[in-house]
Each structure stands twice: as structure tokens, then as C-alpha cells.
């Protein structure tokens, strides 16, 4: 086989491997988790990125949270009616009471008419 063959299928195998590689990054980036400050976030924001938390949890959420003040940990989450330590330990690298989204982003708010077809509905909920 001559050199300019060679060249000619590693070129191409390699433009191959790129742009698969560039593929694969772009589905993966989407699916990492986003943080979530339980202390600042609304409640289309909480139920949009929380897996098992609906609209009307969400809502309990940030009720309690105007009631009783700012979350101390992760695990007061455990004081709002509806929100058990199995669904904490389901969102817990998610969940942060100092850091992360607090508003859903245009993009986002996008995407979840979108998947949905309606305002309420999002990506890992369940009712209630």
C-alpha cells in the first residue's frame, strides 16, 4: 500500500473519531446535574432539576422555606411535608444550600415547553 493511501485512510479514520468524540460531548454535557441552591431557588426551578419533585412539592419548598427561614443543611429538606430522605439521598449531588441555579434560564424554561408541550410539566417529576 503506498504512503498517500495510508495518510489517506488514517485522515479519514481520524475525522471520524473527531467528530464522533465531539457527538458524544455534546449528549453528555446536557445530562450532568446541575446544582441547585435550595435556599434561593423558585419553585419551577426546584421541580424542573429535582428527580420526584413535582409542582406541588416545589411548592412546599419554598412555603416552608419563607416560613421557617433559610435550610441550615441539605437534610431539612426532611421538615417539608411530602419530601422524604429518599428522595434527598436521589437529588443529594444536586442539592446545595449555598451555591448553584436559583432561576431557571431562558434556555431551560425553552427546553421544558418543549419536552412538554405545557408550563407545568418537566423533566423528572412525578405528581405531587
Known amino acids: 500500500m503506498s504512503e498517500k ?6 485522515s479519514c479514520f481520524f475525522r471520524q473519531w473527531w467528530v464522533l468524540s465531539l457527538l458524544m460531548l455534546m449528549v453528555a454535557m ?3 446535574a446541575e446544582t441547585v441552591n435550595i435556599n434561593k431557588a423558585d419553585a419551577a ?3 424542573y432539576y429535582l428527580t420526584g419533585v413535582g409542582a406541588v412539592k416545589a411548592k ?6 419563607n416560613k ?8 431539612d429538606l426532611q421538615n417539608v411535608k411530602g419530601i422524604g430522605k429518599a428522595t434527598i ?3 443529594r449531588k ?5 451555591k448553584g441555579v436559583s432561576r431557571l ?10 419536552k412538554t408541550g405545557s408550563k407545568s410539566a418537566t423533566r423528572g417529576s412525578s405528581k405531587g
Open 68 to 75: 421557617h427561614g433559610r435550610f441550615r443543611s441539605v437534610d
Open 30 to 32: 446536557p445530562l450532568q
Open 45 to 47: 426551578t426546584l421541580q
Open 60 to 65: 412546599a419548598i419554598v412555603v416552608y422555606r
Open 5 to 10: 493511501k495510508l495518510f489517506a485512510q488514517f
Open 105 to 114: 434560564s431562558r434556555k431551560d424554561s425553552k427546553v421544558r415547553k418543549l
Open 89 to 91: 439521598e436521589k437529588n
Open 94 to 98: 444536586s442539592l446545595s444550600i449555598s
